[in-house]
Structures are given as structure tokens and as C-alpha cells.
């Protein structure tokens, strides 16, 4: 490549770029896990190589060590003004992909990454490129490509090696770092829900995100193709580390104030140093911006935009979902008789009973669902046995079964709530699902009974045993009512009698419209979050169960 043509040359280096790009989002397929271990030794091996190689270049200038004393760094900048900085903008280049090994802090250890830095990639770091200096300080020629040049005779093809695996495993730090970030803005609401695929039962923040991984792939080939230069690439990334560093230093600042409750005037001054210092190095990387820099600005806004404009769209929506979030007897109520009626304020209509096992799918597990109470509210009849099912995710691979489930009798008859605490590995939605919440609930019934008997039999001590009836009767009313035996009974039959006929799975299909005289800026937002909404996965499409047996409740709410 050396002899050849510039075109050819650069093609040659976009070509392996791509395999490179191609190569790093193949192996997260794998699964963070697998990855992890096969890049372990390339990490260990690329640090010592280079600290190996270019730690000989010391013989060369022993005065570079003085770099170590940051007056020569003031020194440089007094002395050279507007040209020195304007070159810190080159001196990014320097440090960018370090701070890869801080993206992947979601899936390792705040210690971890702290010994792992400080004790041994910090110092290999600052031993190489000092090493290239020296080298640099008697071969000026050399800076060209100081890298490749610095190392000695016979180690070209070697350095090679090592430059690709450095690039590859750079790679992959930034695309689990990435998965890392999405998942968590996804659980703040700032990003629609895709699908998170767990790759390890042991560590909860490895993770595989097809989607996002697709994207990056031809995001990371088109930009690649574009620029078509290192010089390009190193003004975008180095921009965006710069912004990431200047942000950093002012939100560790708020942290201090806000969360560990430091006294402001302790924190000013370290806080306007470290500033200061990032700002002289960010302005100095925005003059770069017509040259490459321009992109990540843009895609940074637009990303943030997107965030931004998500989480307003979610809060307008819980707004409008809070007027359903009430108990069960805000909307029915219990006769006299056993039978049921809609309370006043939605008609004192009479409830009918359909045959059937209805499972409501519940988002909050708290209140009443929302699919539920327009269910009621619109079609005046409910399934003979009532199952609120809830799902709520923990932070650990496996839950134990034995607790796992939670069951809770409601004050509508034959109507409970199942909680369903689930690690990131556990299958919970199947197509045995029925049978699964069928048991829980059943388990539960008699459960329950023999805890009473167990306290009616602790309680009675001397008493006579005449005093338990077969049937009590409601004073006043003449209505004969079953006991907790005949009542137990008559739950279970029930119960088997609504499985055995039908199983409904019904969840809510919510549609928004947005409020007519609602200004023309809240509009827009509200219908560009909207339109991401209706195309952003379904609900149903995580769905595993039989799909002729789904039932989805439309209904409309006004943001």
C-alpha cells in the first residue's frame, strides 16, 4: 500500500474499516458474555505490546519525562497563544477511545473500572505516548504516523495486528456501552420499548439489542464511507468527547450540591478549574466543526430531540390515564343479593357475567387496570373469574418460585391480582400461561382457607363447636350467605367451571387524540410523539400465548 496510488490507498483503508465495523457487530450477536472472554487477552496483550514497543523509545529523549509536570503544558500555551490553542483541538485525538473503558461502567463495577484504569491502562497509556514523543523529538519525520513508525525494525506487521485488535475491541466497548445507555433510558421513559435480549445468567448488565445493533452497523458503514479520513472522524468523535467531559464536570458538580449535600463554596472552585480546563479544550474542538464536527452535533440534537420529545408525550399520557386509576368499587359495586351493578356516577347499570377465565393484563399493579375499567364501564358484563396479572421486573437473573408470586383477593367477587416478580432471565409469558395463574390462584383459595380454620381452631379453645354454621343469614335482608367452608367451595368451582369453558387474554389497545384548542406548538410535539407511538413496537408483540384467544379493548383518551 506503501507504493500504491492515494485512491487506492484509501480505498484499501475503508475496506478494512468496514471489516472491522462488520467484525465488532457480528460478535456482539454472541452475546456480551462470550465476548467478554475472548477479549479479555487481546486487552492485556495490546496494553503491554504497546508500552513493550514504544517504552524503548525512552533512550531516545530522557528529557520527555519533564511532560509529566503540567507547568510545561501552561508554558506551551503562553508561549505559542492563538496557535497553542488551536492545537489542543489535535490533542484530542490523543485520548479519544479512552474513555471507552468508562461507556461499558453499566456493565462492570464502579471498582472495577477504577483499579483496572488507575493501576494498570492509565499508566501503560501515558508510557507509550510519551514514548512516541521521545521518538518524535529526534525524528521529527515520524510524526506523520508515529505509531507505526516508533516501533522497531521488523515490527510493522506486528503493530498492525495490534492496531486492529485495539480498534475492535474500541468497538465493542462503544456498542455495549450503547446498549448499556438505551436500556436505561428506556426504563426512564425518555425511548419507546424494543426488545432487550439478556445475554448472561450471571451478570444482569450484559446485554443484546438487535435493533440497536443493526443500526449502529449501517449507521457506523455509512459514516465510515462518507468521511473516507481519520482527520474527519477524529474532529466528530472528538467534539463529542469534549461535550460528554464539559457536562460530566457540571453534573458530578449538581451531584455534590444536590445528593451528597457538599456546601457550594467548597465545590465552586475545583468545579470553575476542571471547567475551565474542558472549556479551553472544547472551544478549541469547535473550530473543527465545519470539518467533520458538524455531524455529531447534528445527530446529538436530533437524538436529544427524540428523548426529550418522548418523555413529554409519556407524561401528557399518565396525565390522561390518571382519571381511571381508582379502585374497583369506584365503578361497581356488590348488591344485596351477590349480584352486581355500576355505581351511580356511570348509570347504576346492572353487571351481566360472561362464561370464562378473563386475564387483564396490568400495567401498574397498584389501582384498578385502565383496560379493565372501560371493559366494565363500556360493555356492562365481566368474565366469571377475574385475574389482574402484573409483571414486575427485578434486577437479578432468577427469582425463586417461592417468591415469585403474589396473589390478592379484590372486593369484586371472584376477582384477584397476581404480581408476577420475574428476574431478566425468567420465562414468564407462555403459552402455558393460563394453567400457570389457574394454579397460583387456586393454590391461593385454599391457602387461605386453611389459614382461618387454623385461626378459627387457635381461637376456640373451650368453645362449643356448634357456634360454626353451615349458612349465616344477612340481618334484615333474609338472604341466606354460605359460610368461609361453603364460600371456599364455591370460589373453587367457580374457578375450575370459568377455566374449563374459556380463557381470555385481554389487554388495552389505548389510542390519543390530542385536545381540541390545544395551541399550535403543543400540537406538534403532541402529534410527532404520537406518530413515534403508533409505529413503535406493540404490546402484543412480546405477547407468547394463543393469539385466538386475545381480546383488545380500544378506547380513546384526549392529551
Request: charged share 15%; glycine share 6%.
Amino acid at each position: 500500500m506503501r507504493h500504491s496510488g492515494p485512491a487506492i490507498r484509501r480505498a484499501a483503508a475503508w475496506c478494512h474499516e468496514i471489516d472491522v465495523c462488520l467484525l465488532a457487530h457480528r460478535h456482539c450477536m454472541a452475546g456480551l458474555e462470550r465476548w467478554v472472554w475472548s477479549i479479555q487477552p487481546c486487552q492485556v496483550c495490546i496494553l503491554v505490546t504497546s508500552e513493550v514497543l514504544l517504552t524503548d523509545n525512552y533512550s531516545y529523549d530522557y528529557a520527555i519525562l519533564k511532560a509529566f509536570n503540567p507547568f510545561y503544558a501552561f508554558d506551551y500555551l503562553i508561549r505559542n497563544k492563538y496557535e497553542g490553542w488551536r492545537s489542543l483541538g489535535g490533542i484530542l485525538l490523543a485520548f479519544t477511545g479512552v474513555e471507552a473503558l468508562f461507556a461499558d461502567i453499566g456493565a462492570f463495577s464502579r471498582r472495577a473500572v477504577q483499579i483496572s484504569w488507575l493501576g494498570y491502562a492509565y499508566p501503560c497509556l501515558l508510557l507509550a505516548y510519551s514514548g512516541q514523543a521521545a521518538y518524535i523529538s529526534v525524528h521529527p519525520e515520524a510524526y506523520s504516523n508515529p505509531f507505526y513508525n516508533c516501533a522497531p525494525p521488523g515490527w510493522p506487521i506486528f503493530s498492525l495486528i495490534v492496531a486492529i485488535a485495539a480498534a475492535i475491541v474500541a468497538s465493542q466497548a462503544m456498542i455495549t456501552a450503547t446498549f448499556q445507555l438505551l436500556t436505561q433510558i428506556m426504563k426512564l421513559s425518555y425511548f419507546p420499548q424494543i426488545k432487550v435480549v439478556h445475554t448472561s445468567t450471571t451478570y444482569h448488565g450484559q446485554l443484546y439489542i438487535p435493533s440497536i445493533n443493526w443500526l449502529l452497523m449501517i449507521g457506523t458503514v455509512l459514516v465510515a464511507a462518507i468521511y473516507n479520513n481519520t482527520t474527519s472522524l477524529g474532529n466528530a468523535y472528538g467534539v463529542c468527547v469534549m461535550f460528554v467531559t464539559f457536562f460530566d464536570t457540571c453534573m458530578v458538580t449538581l451531584v455534590a450540591i444536590l445528593v451528597w449535600r457538599i456546601k457550594p463554596y467548597f465545590v465552586l472552585l475545583p468545579w470553575l478549574t476542571i471547567a475551565c480546563l474542558d472549556g479551553a479544550y472544547l472551544s478549541s474542538a469547535l473550530t473543527k466543526v465545519p470539518d467533520g464536527a458538524w455531524f455529531t452535533i447534528l445527530l446529538a440534537c436530533l437524538l436529544g430531540s427524540i428523548f426529550i420529545l418522548w418523555r413529554f408525550g409519556k407524561e401528557q399520557q399518565w396525565g390522561a390515564e390518571a382519571s381511571d386509576r381508582f379502585p374497583t368499587t369506584h365503578f361497581v359495586k356488590t348488591l344485596p343479593d351477590g349480584r352486581l351493578e355500576l355505581t351511580e356516577q356511570y348509570g347504576s347499570k346492572s353487571v351481566g357475567t360472561m362464561e370464562g377465565f378473563g386475564i387483564f393484563f396490568d400495567k401498574a399493579g397498584e389501582t384498578t387496570p385502565i383496560v379493565f375499567s372501560q371493559f366494565i364501564r363500556k360493555l356492562v358484563t365481566i368474565p366469571e373469574v377475574i385475574v389482574f396479572f402484573h409483571l414486575r421486573p427485578l434486577e437479578v437473573p432468577f427469582v425463586a418460585p417461592e417468591n415469585r408470586y403474589s396473589v390478592s383477593r379484590l372486593a369484586v367477587p371472584n376477582c384477584y391480582r397476581l404480581v408476577v416478580r420475574h428476574g431478566y432471565m425468567d420465562e414468564v409469558i407462555t403459552p402455558d400461561l393460563a394453567s400457570l395463574i389457574y394454579e397460583k390462584v387456586r393454590n391461593h383459595i385454599v391457602a387461605r382457607a386453611l389459614e382461618r380454620d387454623g385461626e378459627i381452631s387457635a381461637k376456640a379453645t373451650g368453645a362449643q363447636p356448634e357456634k360454626t354454621m353451615v349458612t349465616e343469614t344477612v340481618a334484615g335482608s333474609g338472604i341466606s350467605t354460605p359460610t368461609r367452608s361453603s364460600t371456599t367451595s364455591a370460589r373453587l368451582e367457580s374457578l375450575e367451571r370459568a377455566y374449563n369453558r374459556e380463557v381470555l387474554y385481554i389487554i388495552g389497545k389505548e389510542q390519543m387524540k390530542v385536545k381540541v384548542g390545544t395551541n399550535i406548538v403543543r400540537r406538534f410535539f403532541l402529534k410527532a410523539f404520537l406518530f413515534i407511538r403508533d409505529n413503535s413496537r406493540a404490546k402484543i408483540a412480546s405477547l407468547d400465548v394463543p393469539m385466538d384467544k386475545v381480546i383488545e379493548v380500544g378506547f380513546v383518551k384526549d392529551v
